[in-house]
């Protein structure tokens, strides 16, 4: 999705005392209008901040959560302001409303969305500045503005030999007429852009000095811990906390509406008399286990379901022909495990609210404050801090709403910590999913491809107007049109987008193609994981297509070009993959490769991967390969590392952790039940990109679906086994 | 009352004998660059070095630790210039960054007991920390050009 900018942009300018705030509103975005500059409204209103002495200072309105996004936004401002990299200063942005993600309409981070969300409207904004500066210089120079140029956070007029530094244009440029037309550098033009910059964030992250939100310290703050009902749906009935008072150090203890809250002078404090605590619930729903979500998945791949893509007569196709092939396939529910557990420090005063948060979504943060604390928008402050891992779960803000109601029953600035185990039985899990399958390939084409998808809707808890009974009032309404984005503007009770994104839109050349979708949902929160619906699709389609070809006795990756035919972009990036991984050349036994494409997030990444197993079950990914095409590469080592980070996390969900659910509970509580990938279980890695003139797509996430099925499809080939169901298990290998 | 020395400075903390050294250096003495992950040795966010050997500081209490001589992250320079976070900066190793002080700690324990480690040597030591970006093929590129940058001024000096 995109949206056209016009290149007209009024700027809106003032002077202030620390300096020239520059803010814009952009014109002919389809419905989207910003407000213009209000100094009393918000503190910083933009992207660019120039000081007296010339020191310059980007606001970025999107969360550093390590897939570089402080430096990449820096760097598409820098580019159009001409300025050095190195010496801009960046500071994240406040919550408001010009700061919302232009394809959601509200602040969050997430989608694989901030460049392709922010390419054109920063370099827009940053060149508006530079033209209003170098018009500034010309006026005060009485020379033509074409003679003039900026250059190094300078205004040059060669022939006269002047040269102004911007902070020294500052007061003209409010004098000049705000309306000016802007034209952006053509790509070869581009000095920063396209090139692999250090990382603004990386220095910090080397010293210990990084903030994150468990690091804010405030003046006679006390920390804050939680204990959460484990079973889904349970509520408070009472506790004895008799036990729990007699360690030093506890301050108060008390009920909010999500669990039992103990708040210390420190974590540790808090901590050991939360475990002290004896708490009685009214219980949830205490039948739910896995072996019963997984009989209701049969059930439901056999009733009824909605079309969800329908054309030709896949149906009629499959019945009638001998060669059909059927699979069915599993995914469980995967938690985000962020390694910084979950928190959020509060600052509330009669007037204020302070709110410190490695958070995603400082637009819906914003909003559960305002509302359960009945302050205005202007009262509440977000300082966004850096996220130790996001991966989709800091988008959610339940944890930002206890450490208000926290702050409501006590009188300093409270900190709340998430244990690592509640962190990991209170998560919003990826769904898990049920997937029957079945194809059929002749006569070298796809005859027909049919899937039904069984799993839990994100949407139906996420979008206001599917149950409206389950919503928490304070829900925000900015999700609303995020919600709308999602669901491409019909929001649906009945096909929720992000459970057939990467099974809908099948590219593999077929006239006959079904999917269908049942909904159930056992009562398990779900969310938003990295690469959402796709990560549990790609793995299906990829998978199925691979068991077609060695049933039509093609080459996997031959059968997948074939079919792809049509696809120019599907094809580029399977094409390098396997050229690069020297598909076709010779592994000694046990080893084998395989290989995958996938489309998702306006990107398309092919993997390679190469495993060997041993008889006794044994397995090590040893090399994956990857091509990705995500349009104009903005800091390329940047889409590197990301790729890499992708395939890592994907891995975890492939060969290593699973969420499982016993009694009515998450089962899992740590890393010794939820393991995550290890240093001696990581691949090497080659990641290649493809050049490419396109708008900039999504970096984050479209590596993560692929390498599942890349494994799997590696795995059948170093030993006829299919992997059918992840994560992949030592008895599913064995010979 | 327990006396420990963190990076060279002497400090007298009053507190419960079995708060682990995780929240002692983090609350009291607002070094927060050692990160809590887990709470049970399991994910090597916490990593210091005590009398020089690594130790998971989430577990340990400071009861066990009085008199000892404690490094963590902040103490491993003063600035960034020490070979490992030279190193780390050139191979643009962190991502989200929570984990690195754990395997920068790691690191230096694994490279001042064996100064030019294979990858063999790198997986088995860097083993325990977590790090869910997977910057592990950054980590062990880094480790081999610290390792470098190391006897290169051990040479020198």
């Known amino acids: ?735 | 009352m327990f006396e420990i020395n963190v990076n060279g400075i002497k400090h007298e903390i009053d507190i419960e004998a079995d708060t682990p050294l995780l929240w002692v250096l983090r609350e009291q003495l607002k070094l927060t660059g050692t990160k809590f992950g887990c709470g049970i040795a399991s994910c090597g966010a916490c990593s210091i070095l005590v009398d020089n050997r690594v130790t998971r500081a989430c577990v340990t209490p400071i009861s066990s630790a009085a008199g000892k001589s404690i490094t963590t992250i902040e103490g491993l320079s003063g600035s960034r210039y020490h070979p490992i976070q030279q190193a780390w900066i050139e191979n643009q190793v962190p991502q989200c960054g929570y984990c690195q002080s754990g395997q920068i700690i790691n690191t230096l324990a694994l490279l001042t007991e064996n100064p030019e480690p294979s990858n063999a040597d790198i997986d088995r030591a860097m083993q325990g920390i977590i790090c869910r970006c997977g910057t592990y093929g950054r980590i062990r590129k880094a480790i081999h050009r610290a390792s470098e940058l190391m006897m290169h001024e051990t040479q020198e000096s």
């Not at chain 1, 039509?552 to 990756?557: E, I, N």
Request: hydrophobic residues 40%; aromatic residues 8%; charged residues 20%.
């Open chain 1, 1 to 735: 999705m995109s949206i056209k900018l016009s290149r007209r942009t009024f700027l809106t300018l003032s002077l202030s005392a620390t300096g020239l705030y520059i803010g814009a509103k952009l014109l002919g975005t389809k419905g989207l209008s910003y407000p213009l500059i209000d100094a009393k409204t918000f503190h910083a209103n933009a992207w660019i901040r120039i000081d007296k002495n010339n020191n310059i200072t980007f606001i970025i309105d999107k969360s550093e959560m390590g897939q570089g996004v402080q430096t990449s936004l820096a760097m598409l401002l820098a580019e159009e302001l001409e300025v050095d990299l190195e010496t801009v200063r960046t500071e994240f942005a406040p919550a408001a409303p010009i700061y919302a993600n232009r394809l959601f309409q509200v602040q969050v981070t997430g989608g694989s969305t901030s460049i392709e969300s922010s390419y054109d409207n920063l370099r827009t904004v940053a060149a508006a500045t530079r033209i209003l500066l170098i018009q500034a210089a010309a006026k005060q120079w009485h020379v033509p503005v074409a003679e003039c140029y900026a250059k190094q956070a300078q205004i040059f007029h060669d022939v006269s030999q002047q040269s102004l530094y911007y902070s020294d244009l500052l007061s003209q440029v409010t004098q000049e007429s705000p309306e000016i037309a802007v034209t952006l550098k053509p790509s070869s033009e581009h000095k920063i852009i396209g090139k692999s910059k250090a990382r603004l964030d990386i220095p910090a992250k080397v010293d210990g000095s990084a903030l994150f939100g468990i690091d804010i310290m405030l003046d006679k703050m006390l920390t804050a811990t939680i204990k959460h009902p484990p079973v889904f749906g349970s509520e408070l009935l009472n506790f004895d906390d008799s036990a729990a008072r007699s360690i030093r150090g506890v301050q108060d203890i008390f009920s909010i509406p999500s669990g039992v809250v103990v708040v210390a002078d420190g974590y540790w404090q808090a901590k050991k008399a939360a475990d002290l605590l004896r708490i009685q619930w009214l219980q949830g729903n205490t039948e739910i286990n896995s072996a019963s979500i997984q009989r209701s998945w049969f059930g439901h791949s056999k009733g009824d379901a909605n079309s969800v893509e329908s054309r030709g007569d896949a149906e009629t196709i499959l019945d009638a022909t001998s060669n059909k092939l059927t699979a069915v396939y599993e995914l469980p529910y995967q938690a985000h495990a962020t390694m910084e557990p979950m928190n959020c420090t509060v600052h509330l005063q009669p007037e204020r609210c302070d709110v410190w948060v490695g958070t995603q979504g400082q637009g819906p943060s914003h909003e559960v404050v305002v509302a359960l604390t009945g302050l205005a928008h202007e009262q509440v402050h977000i300082h966004t801090t850096y996220l130790g891992g996001g991966f989709g779960r800091r988008g959610e803000v339940d944890f930002v709403a206890e450490a208000v109601q926290i702050a409501q029953q006590i009188d300093v600035p409270v900190k709340l910590i998430w244990s690592r185990e509640e962190d990991m039985q209170h998560d919003f899990y990826r769904p898990a999913s049920y997937h029957v399958i079945s194809g059929s390939f002749q006569d070298a084409s796809l005859q027909a491809w049919k899937h039904r998808i069984v799993g839990p809707s994100i949407m139906q808890r996420v979008a206001p107007g599917f149950v409206p009974a389950v919503m928490p009032q304070w829900l925000p309404t900015g999700l609303k049109s995020f919600a709308a984005w999602v669901t491409g503007g019909v929001i649906s009770m009945i096909n929720d987008p992000t459970l057939i994104e990467g099974a809908k839109e099948l590219p593999y050349k077929t006239d006959n193609l079904e999917v269908e979708l049942s909904h159930y949902d056992p009562g398990i929160p779900v969310g938003f994981w990295r690469s959402v619906g796709h990560s549990s699709n790609a793995f299906v389609v990829e998978s199925f297509i691979d068991e077609m070809a060695h049933q039509a006795q093609q080459d996997p990756y031959l059968f997948r070009q074939h079919l792809l035919r049509d696809h120019p972009r599907h094809l580029g990036v399977l094409n390098l993959a396997a050229e690069k991984a020297g598909w076709g050349s010779e592994l000694p036994p046990g080893e084998g490769r395989g290989i995958a494409v996938h489309h998702s997030f306006n990107s398309y990444v092919a993997q390679v991967a190469e495993v060997r197993v041993i008889d006794n079950g044994r397995l090590s990914v040893n090399r994956v390969v990857c091509a990705i095409d995500c349009g104009t590469v903005i800091n390329p080592d940047t889409v590197i590392a990301q790729v890499e980070g992708a395939i890592a996390f994907g891995l975890t969900a492939a060969i290593k952790s699973a969420i499982s659910i016993k009694d009515g509970h998450i089962e899992q509580s740590n890393f010794h039940d939820f393991p995550l990938l290890r240093i001696d279980e990581m691949p090497s890695v080659e990641v290649y990109l493809v050049e490419s003139k396109q708008p900039p797509t999504g970096v984050g996430e479209p590596a993560v679906p692929v390498i599942a099925a890349a494994v799997a499809n590696a795995i059948f080939a170093a030993s006829n086994k299919r992997i059918r169901r992840l994560p992949i298990r030592t008895e599913d290998l064995r010979k």
